[in-house]
C-alpha cells in the first residue's frame, strides 16, 4: 500500500508566541502535531490541514454616519471570509449598539457581533 | 492650585490599568488626564482579535480589551478628564493643561504616571526620493482612517514595513476590496510577529519582500506608483534590482517612537535605545515620584504586557504616595549588545523583579544568561529570538541579594 502520509509545516496563529508546527497527515486524519506548547495548537494544527478556521473583524455602518467594530463570534471557514465580509458590508447598524450585541445572525455558521459600544 | 495625590497621564491600556492599580492599593484622590473624548487610547482603533490570551486566557479585539479596563475605571468612579491636553510637567510634578472649560489650568501632584503611548515614525524622517502626493500615509494612520471614520485611503496598497500595524493593514485593507501588491521590509527578517505574518499576509498571497525597500515615490498630485529595490546587508538599495509597482496608496510601518515630549520637559533622562526613560523595578524614573509604564517607556508587542507593567507603576506610585518606596540597593543592570535593552535597568529594593528585554538580532539555539559577578544566576535556551518579540526573566530576590551588577546577554 503506498504511503499517502503528508507533512506540512505551520506558524500557529493561536497567540503571539508563533509556534513552529509540523502536521502529519492522510487524507482528513491528523496522525501527529509537533511543535506546539499548548493543546490550542494542536487544534489548530487539525483545524489547519482539514478545514481551516479564522475569526473575521471588520466594521459596520451605523445609521449615523459612523461604524462599529464587529467580529464573527466564532471562526468561520478561511474559505469564506470574503462571503461573510460582503455581508457585514451589507448592513446598517441602528443605535445603540452595545459590546455582544447581535449586528447580523447566521452569517457563515455563526453570528457577527458589536465589538464597540456606540450611540 | 488644585493638588492631586496622583495624576496619570494617558487614558490608554497603560493609564487605565496604572489608576485601577492605584486604587486597589488604596489611592483614592487620583485622576486620569486623557486627551482624546474617550478612553482607550489606540486599542479603539485595532479592531482586530488577538489581545486578552494571557491576562484573560480568551482572545479580544482591541476595544474589548479596553472596555474591559474603562468598566473596572467606572465601576470605581476613578476620576477622568477627558479632551485634556497635558501641556508641561515639572520635576517638582506640576502639572499644566488646557481644556475648552477649565482653559489653562494646573495640579500639583504627589506622583505622577506617565501612560502617553508612542506615535509613529513619519516618513520625513525617511529620506525618501519623489514628490510629496496624497495618498502616503501611517498604517495606524489608515488603521484609523478605515476602521473609525469608514473610509478607504485606497485601492492600490504597497506597505513599506512589516511591523504589525502594517501586517494588520495588508488583511484589513484586503478584506475591504484593496489590492496589497507587496509589503517591503529592509530588514532580512520581519519586526511583526509571526502569527501575523501567516495570517494577514500569507492568507491572502500578499507578498513579503524582505531586505526591499521603496527607492522611490512616483505622482505629483495623487501616488501613481512606487520603484521599489533590494538592498544589500549594509542596507543600502542594490542597482539593477528597481521594480516599478502602480499603486495609489503607500502605508508606512517603520517603527514606533514613545512620545516623551512631557517627560523630557520634567528633566527625566531617556534611555537612547529605548526613547524611553530610565526606570527601576517599579517604573519610578531617575526624578522620585515620577513613574513611566506602557508604550511611552518602551513599545511593547503586546498590550498584555503594558497592563501588566502599568500595574507595576500604579502599586509603585501607591507606596511613593505612602512613603514606603525606599531604595534599599542600587543593582544596575547591563547588557551584551545582542540584547538590546532591558526594562528595568535598575533594581533598588529586595525581592522579585521579572526584566523585559528584547535581542537586537534574529538568534538561533542561543541561551539568554544573566550574570552577576561570575556567578550566573538565571540561564536559558532559546531556539529563536527576534527583535518583534519581547522576552521576560523572573529573578527570584535569592538570586539577586548581594548582586552590584547584572548583566544580560546571550551565550552558546
Redesign the interface.
Known amino acids: 500500500m503506498a504511503d499517502n502520509t503528508k507533512t506540512r509545516e ?7 508566541r ?1 509556534c ?1 508546527l509540523t502536521v502529519k497527515y492522510e487524507g482528513k486524519n491528523v496522525l501527529s502535531v509537533e511543535g506546539n506548547i499548548c493543546p490550542r495548537g494542536e487544534k489548530y494544527a487539525e483545524d489547519e490541514v482539514i478545514c481551516p478556521r ?6 459596520v ?1 451605523t445609521e449615523d ?3 462599529v ?1 464587529v ?1 464573527t463570534r466564532e471562526t468561520i471557514e ?1 474559505e469564506k ?2 462571503e461573510c ?1 460582503e455581508k457585514i ?1 451589507s448592513v446598517v447598524a441602528s443605535l445603540p449598539v452595545k ?1 455582544g450585541d447581535v449586528i447580523l445572525s447566521d452569517v457563515c455558521g455563526t453570528d457577527i457581533i458589536a ?3 456606540r450611540g | 492650585m488644585l493638588t492631586k495625590e496622583l495624576v496619570i497621564i494617558g487614558g490608554g491600556p497603560a493609564g487605565m490599568s496604572a489608576a485601577i492599580a492605584a486604587y486597589e492599593d488604596g489611592i483614592r484622590d487620583l485622576l486620569i488626564i486623557e486627551r482624546d473624548d474617550s478612553l482607550g487610547g489606540i486599542l ?1 482603533q485595532c ?4 489581545f486578552g ?1 494571557h491576562r484573560f486566557g480568551e ?1 479580544l ?1 482591541g ?2 480589551y479596553a ?1 474591559r479596563y474603562e468598566k473596572r475605571v467606572r465601576e470605581l468612579n476613578i476620576p477622568v478628564m477627558l479632551s485634556t491636553m497635558v501641556l508641561d510637567i515639572t520635576e517638582d510634578k506640576v502639572v499644566t493643561a488646557t481644556n475648552s472649560s477649565e482653559g489653562i489650568f494646573q495640579i500639583k501632584a504627589k506622583a505622577i504616571i506617565l501612560a502617553m503611548g508612542c506615535r509613529e515614525r513619519p516618513k520625513g524622517a525617511l529620506n525618501i526620493a519623489g514628490h510629496r502626493p496624497s495618498g502616503i500615509y501611517s498604517a495606524g494612520m489608515a488603521q484609523k482612517l ?5 473610509f478607504m485611503p485606497g485601492k492600490n496598497v504597497v506597505i513599506l514595513g512589516s511591523g504589525d500595524i502594517g501586517l494588520i493593514m495588508a488583511r ?1 485593507m484586503t ?2 476590496g484593496a489590492k496589497v501588491h507587496a509589503v517591503c521590509e529592509l530588514m532580512p527578517y520581519s519586526g511583526g ?3 501575523n ?3 494577514c499576509l500569507n ?1 491572502f498571497d500578499i507578498p513579503l519582500k524582505l531586505s526591499h525597500t521603496v527607492v522611490n515615490i512616483h505622482g505629483k498630485e495623487r501616488l501613481e506608483g512606487v520603484t521599489i529595490a533590494k538592498v544589500d546587508e549594509r542596507r543600502r538599495p542594490v542597482e539593477g534590482t528597481e521594480e516599478f509597482i502602480a499603486c495609489d496608496t503607500l502605508l508606512l510601518s517603520v517603527g514606533l517612537i514613545p512620545e516623551n515630549e512631557l517627560t523630557k520637559s520634567a528633566g527625566v533622562t531617556l534611555d537612547r535605545v529605548t526613547g524611553g526613560a530610565l526606570v527601576d523595578q517599579n517604573r519610578q524614573t531617575e526624578i522620585e515620584g515620577i513613574f513611566s509604564c506602557g508604550n511611552v517607556l518602551h513599545v511593547h ?2 498590550v498584555d504586557y503594558v497592563s501588566e507593567e502599568a500595574e507595576i507603576a500604579g502599586r509603585g506610585a501607591a507606596a511613593y504616595i505612602r512613603g514606603e518606596l525606599v531604595p534599599t540597593k542600587n543593582t544596575t543592570i547591563k547588557t551584551d549588545g545582542k540584547i538590546r535593552y532591558t526594562v528595568p535597568e535598575r533594581i533598588t529594593s529586595d525581592g522579585d523583579v521579572s526584566v523585559y528585554f528584547r535581542v537586537s538580532d534574529v538568534f538561533r539555539d542561543k541561551k539568554v544568561t544573566v550574570r552577576s559577578g561570575d556567578t550566573i544566576i538565571y540561564q536559558k535556551k532559546h531556539l529563536k529570538l527576534a527583535p518583534g ?1 519581547m522576552e521576560c526573566v523572573k529573578l527570584t530576590a535569592d538570586k539577586l541579594r548581594g548582586a552590584n551588577e547584572l548583566v544580560f546577554g546571550l551565550e552558546d
Open positions: 505551520l506558524t500557529c496563529i493561536v497567540c503571539p508563533g513552529n479564522r475569526t473575521v473583524t471588520s466594521t455602518k454616519g459612523g461604524v467594530a467580529k478561511k471570509m470574503f465580509m458590508n459590546i465589538t464597540q459600544n | 479603539q479592531i482586530h482579535n488577538g490570551l482572545e479585539t476595544p474589548e472596555w478605515v476602521n473609525m471614520k469608514g484589513r478584506l475591504e510577529l509571526a502569527r505574518i501567516e495570517q492568507d508587542d503586546l518579540e
